[in-house]
C-alpha cells in the first residue's frame, strides 16, 4: 500500500460564471488540465464534468501539493460547467462533492451565473465553500478592494457569510497556497461504510486506441464517485437503468450485470475503494457500451442489491423566490400540473411531467426513469424563454 493510499479523500467542485478562470486555477493547482475533450478545447469552455486530482502535504507548520512533508488527504476536483447552458451539468457535479470552490473575477464581478452557481451549491447543501477572487492582476488595487467588498455583501446572510475570500491570480500563481492551507483544513464529513455500495457513474469511457490488438483490450470503463458503501475488485455489480433500448417507437432500459477488473482512483490502482473520491471502475463490459458518456447518470451497486428503476417519484420541494440566472429580478411562479420540469438527481438530468401537487409536495410522471433512493436531493428547472432555469430543489421521499 502507498503511503498516500490511507489518507482522508475530499471531493471539491470548482464552480463559477464561464471564464473566470476554474479551469487555469485546477491546472495550475494540480498540474493537470481538467479539460479532455476536443470540442471542449476547441471552444474553450468545459462542457462536461472535468477531473483532477492532488495530495496535501504539511511540512512544518505550512502545506504544500509538491509531496514535500507527510501526505495529509487526497483532493478529487470536479470542474463544472460555467456556460449557462450547461446548468444541468453543473447541477450533476454539485451533487457528488463535498466542498467548493467559487471563482469570481475581479475584472467582471459576480454575474448571473455565479449568483445561480451558488444558489445550486446551496440547494444541493454545499456548506464547506471557499471563494476565490480571481484575476487581481489585470485590475487596480482600488478595483479589487471594491470586487472584495461586493462578494462579502453577496454572500451576507447565506450559509457562506463567512466563507474565506481568496485574492488570487490563477495565471501568476499569486496566492495558489493560501487555497491549499484553506482546503487542507476543511472538515472531511463522515463516511457511510456500512450501507450497500451506491456508485454515481459521472462518465463513462472506451480507453482503448484504434488499432489495439484483442489480446490487449480493456473493458469499458465507468468514472464517478461512491456516494456510501465500499466496492473491490471482483465484485459483480448492475448498473441501472442500463442500456436505453428503442423498439417500435417504445423505449426501454435494460439494467446492465458485469464484474469489477480493476479499480483506479486518479493513476493509481486499488484493490478496494471507500467513499471520498472520484474513482475509474474498469469492467468487463464491451467499449461499446460505455464509450462517449453513454452511461452517465446511470447508478452502480452490487448485483440485486439497487432498488428498482422508478418512472414516477414524489419530491418534497423549497421553490426559490426569484428565477436565478437573468439579469432581471423576476418572480417564480407557482408550479402548475401537467407542466414539465427537468430534475437533477445525483448524476442523472431527466425531465418529469407535473401529475399532483399537494402543498409542497410534487408526483412527476418521469420520460427517463431513475433510480429513486428516499432522501436524495433533486434540483428543479423550468424552461423559461428556451432556457432551464433552476426554480427551486427538494428531496425524494
Not at 479523500?9 to 464552480?15: H, S
Not at 495530495?55 to 509531496?67: A, F, T
Not at 493513476?267 to 474498469?282: D, F
Request: glycine share 8%; charged share 25%.
Amino acid at each position: 500500500m502507498t503511503k498516500t493510499e490511507n489518507i482522508p479523500e475530499l471531493i471539491v467542485g470548482v464552480v463559477g460564471h464561464i471564464d473566470h478562470g476554474k479551469t487555469t486555477l485546477l491546472a495550475k493547482l494540480t498540474g493537470k488540465f481538467p479539460d479532455t475533450h476536443s470540442e471542449e478545447l476547441k471552444r474553450g469552455i468545459t462542457i462536461k464534468l472535468g477531473y483532477a486530482d492532488m495530495v496535501i502535504s504539511k511540512e512544518g507548520d505550512n502545506y504544500n501539493n509538491k509531496g514535500k512533508g507527510t501526505p495529509l488527504r487526497y483532493i478529487s476536483f470536479i470542474d463544472a460547467p460555467g456556460h449557462e447552458m450547461l446548468m444541468a451539468t453543473m447541477l450533476s457535479g454539485a451533487a457528488i462533492i463535498d466542498a467548493a470552490i467559487l471563482v469570481v473575477a475581479a475584472n467582471e464581478g459576480i454575474k448571473p451565473q455565479t449568483r445561480e452557481h451558488f444558489i445550486a451549491l446551496q440547494a444541493k447543501k454545499i456548506k464547506n465553500l471557499i471563494i476565490v477572487q480571481n484575476k487581481i492582476d489585470l485590475v487596480t488595487k482600488e478595483q479589487a478592494i471594491k470586487n472584495f467588498n461586493d462578494i462579502k455583501n453577496f454572500v451576507k446572510g447565506t450559509i457562506a457569510e463567512n466563507a474565506p475570500i481568496i485574492p488570487i491570480s490563477a495565471q501568476q500563481e499569486i496566492n495558489l497556497d493560501k487555497i491549499i492551507s484553506e482546503l487542507a483544513e476543511v472538515e472531511i464529513p463522515k463516511r457511510d461504510l456500512e450501507s450497500d455500495p451506491v456508485f454515481l457513474i459521472a462518465r463513462s469511457f472506451d480507453i482503448n486506441r484504434p488499432g489495439t490488438s484483442a489480446e490487449k483490450l480493456h473493458g469499458g470503463v465507468l468514472g464517478g464517485i461512491l456516494k456510501k458503501g465500499k466496492l473491490a475488485v471482483g465484485d459483480e455489480i448492475e448498473i441501472k437503468p442500463g442500456l436505453s433500448i428503442k423498439k417500435a417507437n417504445q423505449q426501454s432500459y435494460q439494467t446492465l450485470t458485469t464484474k469489477i477488473l480493476s479499480l483506479y482512483r486518479g493513476n493509481k490502482s486499488m484493490e478496494e475503494v471507500l467513499p471520498g473520491a472520484s474513482i475509474a471502475i474498469e469492467t468487463e463490459l464491451d467499449p461499446f457500451f460505455t464509450k462517449a458518456d453513454s452511461l452517465s447518470g446511470c447508478v452502480a451497486g452490487l448485483k440485486g442489491k439497487l432498488p428498482e428503476i422508478s418512472y414516477k417519484i414524489k419530491v418534497k420541494t423549497q421553490m426559490f423566490k426569484e428565477i436565478l440566472g437573468i439579469n432581471e429580478h423576476k418572480e417564480v411562479a407557482p408550479l402548475k400540473t401537467k407542466e414539465m420540469l427537468m430534475l437533477s438527481v445525483n448524476t442523472t438530468i431527466t425531465v418529469g411531467t407535473t401529475e399532483k401537487i399537494n402543498k409542497d409536495e410534487i408526483e412527476l410522471f418521469l420520460n427517463i426513469p431513475i433510480v429513486a433512493i428516499k432522501g436524495d436531493n433533486v434540483g428543479i428547472a423550468r424552461n423559461i424563454d428556451g432556457h432551464w432555469r433552476l426554480i427551486g430543489f427538494g428531496e425524494i421521499i
